[in-house]
Every structure is written in C-alpha cells, then in structure tokens.
C-alpha cells in the first residue's frame, strides 16, 4: 500500500485547505512557501550524528514560518474538507517536504489505537490500563506496549498517545480505567515498561496528564491547591520514574490548574520539575484544548499546541518578532520535537501503512486478561468449577451473551466488527462470555437470561447447579461516577440470585472499585475490569482452571463512600437556586484541596485504621503461599531477600511484595512500597527471591533543599502477600549505628 505519510502536499491542495480550515489559515500559507526555493541538501539525515546534532543541523535550516508551523497541531475536525494525509488520529502536524520532514500522526493509545475502525483498519482492543496494572508484571507490560508502538507503527501513525501516571486518588474518578492504580512507584515502574517498549517499535510514546488531573467532573476549571513536598511524593514522584526509566519522548499537559497556574503554563511543573530537575530532552503539548496564553505559556517550557493554532501559530510569530519569546527559547522548542524523532528513527524509515495481524494482538490482549483477573472470594473451594461435575449453569446479566464491556471516551478503542450490543450508551466487544463458558462445559446445561428481570433470573439460578452472574459499570472520560454502587439496580440483582443459589460466582466489569452489599451471601467474586478483545475467553479460563488467578488489586476496594478521605467527590459551584436573593456569579475555576495530602489510597486507611473492603495488593490463587526467611543486607543500597513456597497442589504465580516503614520523624504514612516481583511456582516448590529497594522508596522529599533525601533512622521492611498481609519484617538501621 502507498504510504500515506509521504504524500506531497501540492500548493494548490494546501491552498485550499487553508480556506477551508479558518484559524490554520496561516499555518497552511506558510506551509505552501515551503515548497518554493531550493531544497537544500540534508545532511541531519547522516544516522552516524547524534540526535541532537541532527536536529540542530535542520533548525538552522528553518524559517520562522517553518518552525511555528511544528509547535501546534492542524484542526483537522475543523477541516472540510480534511487533509488528504491525515490518517483520522486524534492529532496532525502538517511536514515540511523542503527538509525532507514528514507529517506527526498522533493517535490515542492507552488501551489500543484509537480511530481505526472509522477508516476500515483493525486494531486490537487490549484490557484497561488499570487491568493490566493488575497483573503486577512487567513483563506483561512490556508485552503491552510493543504491541500498541507496533500498530500505532503499522497504520502509519508517529505518537502514541498513551499512558497516564495520574494515581487514583478517589474511586469515583471517571478515568481511573486509564490509571495504573494508587501508589507512585508501582505506577512509574509499570507505565516505565510500557513506555519503553511502545518506543522500541520506533514511535514516540506519550506520558499524560501532567499532573494532578485526578477526577474528571470540571477537569477545565478546578484548580488543585497542594504543597510542595506532597505532589513530589505523590503524583510528580510516579511521573518521575516513568519518565526517566522510559526515556518517553513527549509529555502532555493536563487540563487543570496547579496552584493557580493551568498545567500548560505551569513554570514549576515544565521549566523546573520536568525540564530542569528531571533533564526531559522530549517535548511537552497540550491536551485537546488545553492551551491557554502564548507568552506565559512558552516561557514556563510548553512546547505544542493541540489541535489547532489559536495561541501558538500567529499569535506567537508576532510574539518572537517583537522580542517577547526568544528565537532561542522557539529554537528549543522545534529542536525537542525533532530531536525525539531523530533519536527512535521516525524520520529515517519509510512508514509504509500494512493491515494489524489480529492474532498477535488477541493472543496478548487475552494473556494481558489472564494475568489481570483478581480473585476477590472463594468460598470452600467453589473455583475452579469442573466440567465434568457441572450438571448445569446459569449465566446472567451485562450481556454476557454478546461480549465485554470497555472504558469510554478518548481511550475508546473501536470494537472489531462494531459494537457487540448496538444502542447500549457503550461499547462491548465481541468477546461472549456466554459462548466461552459453553465451549468449556460443553457436557453441561448452560442457559442464559439478561438479568433485567430479577425475579426471573433467580429463578434461572434457583433450578441450577451453579449460578454466574456478570456485573458491570460503566466509566469514561469527562465525568466522575456519582457513587460506587453497581448501577441500574444490578446490586438487587445479586442479592436475589444469591439467596435463591448460595453457590453463586460474580464477575465485575469495571473501571475501579465498587461498593459490594451481597458480599458475604455469594460464593465467589472476580474482578475482571475492562478485559479487551479477548475477555470472554480470559474469563472462562479462569472460572475452569485452566488459568490460574494471579492479578492483585493496584487500588483499594472501600467498604463505603464514608470511609474515603471525602465522602463525595467535589464539584463545581453550583449557582443559586431559583428565586434565590443572592444572584449567581460565575466562577472561572475552583480549589481542591486532597485532605489525605501524603495518604493515598492504602496509606490513608493504615493511617486512619480503617479496614477496606480488599486491600491494596489482595488478590487469592486457587493454590496457597508461605513466605520464610528473610534477610536484609545493606551496603550503598538495601537488599531484601526471601522464600517463597507454593504450599498448594497446583501451580501458581505469586505477587510478592516488599513495603517499608520510615522512622517517625519522617511524617510519612505508616507504610509504602518499595519492591515487588511476580514468581511462578510449580506446586510445592521454593524460590528465593532477592529485591533492591529503590532508594526513592526510602525517601522523603526536603522542599527547602529541593531534592530527595533518606533520613537517619530506623526503617522496617514488611514482606507478604498484600499490604495488609506481611509475615516477615525485620527493622533496618540507616544512617544511625
């Protein structure tokens, strides 16, 4: 197939785009000046140069026009008609042919690309952020990012924009099925793997929203209000390991302010945090919309502006031409983005469209799911079920029949064949639960009912053997969920098809956690959250023992809304109500102020001994574990080692997981990870397990210093299955003799 990217753009066509597209007018009547004149020669195409000698060699080469016309994004929605290059991603930044540099396609990316389907290409819907954040395996990471870097490569696309390092800091965030869970450091070494292999396949991969964008419901006006110290350690730290472990070549900027700066204006969080403490070489753009000033925004490290042009195309050419932005600061600002494409070979190799290889991405699509799922209860053994034995089956409710339910919003990945249940207010992938568990109990009575009576499907569950009941909510970008309540009564539902058949298994699909009332009346619960394309087939796996469970909870699952650090999220002012004396002024943002400030998710309920539901870590095997012999040793860095012992009858992984204590004086939450490892072990088998705890698990970070520091004192390591599950600890003097 003829590579779209490289279609030369004649100035007949760029002309008449520029009348089409409005604001971009300029944009495009600079573009069609760079087709006249000599085409110089290209000596930043010599791959023996570094990066940065490269794009040097090509900035210097550049007019003002040139370089304005690759800091901000075409509008191509705006378009009609669109460009003819534009492959239908989420963002486009026209080339420039006289320097032999081609368009940027941007597509988005946390769960698949995005936008395929609209355009007759095939990509494979991977499980939620949050899923696989849950398998607690790098290696599955790294999986997941190639194949996300190899399609974004193959349907001819330059930028993944995927992976956000934003902790979930309250359930009811809407986009927390983009998150990869509640601690820094496990968020930054799982999204580090992903990144990292997503740009091994030669696209620039995208780390976002920076920062602190941590509930959806007035995302564009609320203004986050937080010391120093406490977004080092929290947010800012997970997105400092993931940016620096995985080299992530751009960085966007979340839609909220911090301290009453928007992010993509913020000095602290560009200029002084990203660029300057953590050296990023990559660039940093906003999010769809998300620019707001020229000048300030510029001058504080932002660097592009998506989609369109309204601060960052006339207005800032007029800005450089009176001396208000530097040459040199519009300079590093171009030199960023084409320094990233020099250094993952973007701008080197012809990109040549081809179809996705669906089978590849389904085979790790359903070992991402098989890995994920988290076994929350098992009473008396009644998972894994067996064929043999299973005279008869119920399966009910959230379409089981039809497929598996997916997170809403830009992460939206298009559902192979169209959606699997038309007219839902979401999308379902043609994953049948249904059909796999028949395929697996294919000498059993499986009958289906959709759970939208309720007194017929306890009836179902009542005349069988065993009862499987799927349950779902819905979660997507742009608001929050009012409540962790299962909604549109699925919660009676349970309780109903429990008390009718005691041996009654649920599977949650979900974007986090959820409230669960029927939890002591049922025999046994899956979390199965956003599972992808292969989810079905993931999930009857597990429910016959074929695979098994090995996925723990990255979050924390509260009993109640009460037990939260607020027992309702906030919101924006609401105005006064009819008839009110007082008249309503508007207000352009609103302060949040997180009152768990250091303790998120599992470190607010140690700290305020308030036992969750299911804790942080938590996840059961259908076989058991036994932790012994721990041994700390402590040079310039502190090692922990261990046993593990598959006390069961059947092969398992384990998650084992390494939390320490700081000494009082620190003023930190009662613990914190600090290491972790996922260990296959056959049954009756003992590994030994030796981990390096990352120096910045042991820190605490000294605003007035401006940097990290490990305090004297004495520290105790805890080690276990979960956060609330640590058999061995042993306490470690550092700094003190």
């Not at 849950?134 to 870097?149: C, E, I, K, Q």
């Not at 043609?430 to 294919?442: D, E, F, N, T």
């Amino acid at each position: 197939m003829r590579s779209l990217t490289k279609t030369m753009v004649t100035m007949a066509t760029v002309a008449a785009l520029a009348l089409a597209i409005g604001p971009d007018r300029a944009a495009y009547a600079a573009s069609a000046k760079l087709t006249q004149g000599k085409t110089p020669k290209r000596p930043w195409m010599d791959k023996r140069l570094s990066p940065d000698r490269r794009a040097a060699l090509v900035v210097e080469q550049m007019t003002l026009d040139e370089k304005i016309n690759l800091v901000h994004g075409l509008n191509v929605w705006r378009a009609n008609p669109p460009p003819r290059q534009w492959l239908g991603g989420a963002g486009f930044v026209p080339g420039i042919s006289r320097l032999g540099i081609g368009d940027i396609q941007m597509t988005d990316g946390r769960s698949g690309v995005g936008r395929g389907a609209d355009r007759g290409r095939y990509a494979t819907a991977l499980p939620s952020a949050l899923a696989l954040a849950a398998s607690w395996d790098l290696n599955l990471a790294r999986d997941f990012g190639a194949v996300l870097g190899k399609e974004c490569r193959e349907l001819g696309f330059q930028v993944s924009l995927g992976g956000t390092a934003n902790l979930v800091r309250d359930p009811r965030n809407g986009r927390n099925f983009e998150c990869f869970g509640e601690d820094p450091l496990f968020i930054g070494k799982m999204i580090a793997a992903e990144l990292k292999a997503t740009q091994h396949q030669g696209v620039v991969a995208n780390i976002n929203r920076y920062a602190l964008n941590d509930q959806e419901t007035g995302r564009t006006v609320y203004n986050v209000v937080m010391d120093r110290r406490t977004m080092r350690e929290t947010d800012l730290l997970a997105f400092e390991i993931a940016i620096k472990e995985s080299g992530v070549g751009s960085v966007m900027g979340a839609y909220n302010r911090l301290n009453g700066d928007y992010c993509c204006e913020n000095r602290y969080l560009l200029n002084d945090v990203l660029k300057k403490a953590w050296a990023f070489k990559g660039w940093v753009m906003s999010d769809w919309g998300g620019t707001h000033s020229t000048v300030k925004a510029v001058l504080a490290g932002f660097d592009q502006e998506m989609p369109g042009d309204t601060f960052l195309g006339a207005a800032l050419k007029a800005a450089v031409e009176k001396g208000e932005v530097p040459v040199a600061r519009l300079d590093d600002m171009v030199h960023r983005i084409l320094r990233t494409e020099f250094a993952l070979g973007v701008l080197d190799e012809p990109r040549a469209l081809k179809p996705v290889n669906p089978f590849t991405g389904a085979e790790v699509a359903q070992r991402v799911a098989e890995g994920s799922l988290v076994l929350l209860k098992n009473a008396d053994g009644l998972l894994p079920l067996k064929a043999a034995s299973t005279a008869s089956l119920a399966v009910i409710g959230s379409h089981a029949d039809a497929g598996v339910l997916s997170g809403g919003g830009s992460d939206q990945v298009d559902a192979a064949g169209g959606n699997a249940v038309p007219g839902a207010g979401a999308v379902w992938h043609p994953s049948s639960p249904l059909k796999a568990v028949r395929a697996k109990a294919s000498g059993a009575t499986v009958n289906y009912d959709d759970g939208m009576d309720v007194a017929a499907a306890a009836k179902l569950a009542s005349v069988s053997a065993i009862a499987i009941v799927f349950v779902h909510q819905h979660t997507s970008e742009g608001s929050d969920v009012p409540n962790l309540s299962l909604p549109d009564k699925q919660d009676e539902l349970v309780a109903a098809v429990a008390a009718a058949n005691p041996r009654t298994i649920v599977v949650l699909e979900t974007g986090g956690p959820v409230t669960m009332p029927w939890i002591a009346k049922v025999g046994a619960v899956i979390e199965a959250w956003y599972p992808g394309i292969r989810g079905g087939e993931a999930i009857a796996n597990v429910v016959f023992g074929d695979v098994n469970p090995s996925g723990k909870l990255p979050v924390t699952f509260p009993r109640s809304e009460a037990d939260l650090p607020e027992t309702r999220l906030p919101g924006p002012p609401r105005p006064s109500a009819p008839g009110s004396a007082k008249r309503p002024t508007p207000a352009p943002s609103f302060d949040i102020h997180y009152a768990e400030g250091l303790k998120v998710g599992y470190k607010w309920f140690d700290a305020e001994a308030k036992p969750p539901l299911f804790p942080f870590g938590f996840g059961l095997s259908y076989t058991t574990f036994a932790y012994s012999g721990l041994r700390i040793t402590r040079d310039r860095n502190v090692q922990v080692s261990f046993q593990v012992t598959n006390t069961g009858r059947l092969a398992g992984d384990e998650v084992a997981q390494v939390y320490v204590s700081l000494p009082p004086g620190a003023g930190e939450p009662p613990k914190r990870l600090a290491a972790w490892e996922k260990i296959p072990l056959r049954a009756g088998e003992t590994k030994t397990v030796t981990l390096m705890i990352d120096p910045l698990a042991l820190s605490v970070f000294n605003t007035d210093k401006d940097q990290w520091e490990i305090l004297p004192g004495r520290y105790t390591v805890f080690v276990g299955g979960s956060s609330r599950a640590t058999p061995l600890q042993e306490r470690v003097p550092i700094g003190v003799p």
